[in-house]
């Protein structure tokens, strides 16, 4: 059983830093490629981002090109989501994902595995 326990979510105010980190156990973590979601109240879940099986390749949604970064280290099994110059509607639910194929890009449905979220609040 592959699990996916995310964790670093919390209240943070416009223009402050926050990272989260994403620890998967019951499969080879260095194979997955791994992804960010999150999903705001009343609104679809959005893809943030996602991290090759090396780390050697990152893609981000435009919304948060040029302030997110993802980076992985296969030894610790672990993802994370560095978030700067964070913004009000950044406020949401964050979810990591992983994707056996390698092959689901930016699409939600496509993901094999989630974990449970954690949860981003940015004030203004």
């Known amino acids: 059983q592959v699990q996916l326990v995310e964790s670093g979510g919390r209240l943070v105010q416009a223009g402050d830093s926050l990272r989260l980190s994403c620890t998967v156990s019951?499969?080879?973590?260095?194979?997955?490629?791994m992804g960010w979601f999150r999903q705001a109240p009343g609104k679809e879940r959005e893809f943030v981002g996602s991290i090759s099986w090396r780390g050697t390749n990152t893609y981000f949604a435009d919304s948060v090109k040029g302030r997110f970064t993802i980076s992985r280290d296969n030894g610790e099994n672990s993802v994370y989501l560095q978030m700067n110059s964070l913004k009000p509607e950044d406020t949401a639910v964050y979810y990591c994902?992983?994707?056996?194929?390698?092959?689901?890009?930016?699409?939600?449905?496509?993901?094999?595995?989630w974990g449970r979220g954690t949860q981003v609040t940015v004030s203004s």
């Open positions: 994902a992983a994707d056996v194929s390698g092959w689901a890009g930016s699409r939600a449905e496509a993901y094999d595995y």
């Open positions: 019951g499969d080879d973590f260095s194979t997955l490629t």
